[in-house]
């Protein structure tokens, strides 16, 4: 059993920084990958970045330079920070492990970038 907690949400005037931390417990892996997911009202749940047990990351085009997602493995962290944040960034914020062929989810947090 993996359990997944989200933290950090919020809101925030566009052109402004948040940090979504998401810790993991349970039966971890040492080989995982941890992602960060959005879900806009009406819009189909997309990836936002990923980061694997090497500490290899990727991202959404439209996210890329502006958002960074790290780990601490020892503490079955993973974090994304969010800088330059913009209204189209607004969304219910999803972390996910994957492991052993399967992906567990947290029960998201909502970020709205509004002036």
């Known amino acids: 059993q993996v359990q997944l907690v989200e933290s950090g949400g919020g809101l925030v005037q566009p052109g402004g920084s948040l940090t979504l931390t998401c810790v993991a417990s349970g039966n971890i892996f040492s080989k995982n990958t941890m992602n960060w997911y959005r879900q806009a009202p009406g819009s189909r749940r997309e990836l936002v970045a990923t980061i694997d047990s090497r500490g290899t990351t990727s991202y959404l085009r439209s996210v890329k330079g502006r958002f960074t997602i790290s780990r601490d493995s020892a503490k079955n962290t993973v974090t994304l920070q969010m800088n330059d944040l913009n209204p189209d960034d607004t969304a219910i914020y999803y972390c996910?492990?994957?492991?052993?062929?399967?992906?567990?989810w947290g029960q998201g947090t909502q970020v709205t970038v509004s002036s």
């Open positions: 996910a492990l994957e492991q052993d062929n399967t992906r567990h």
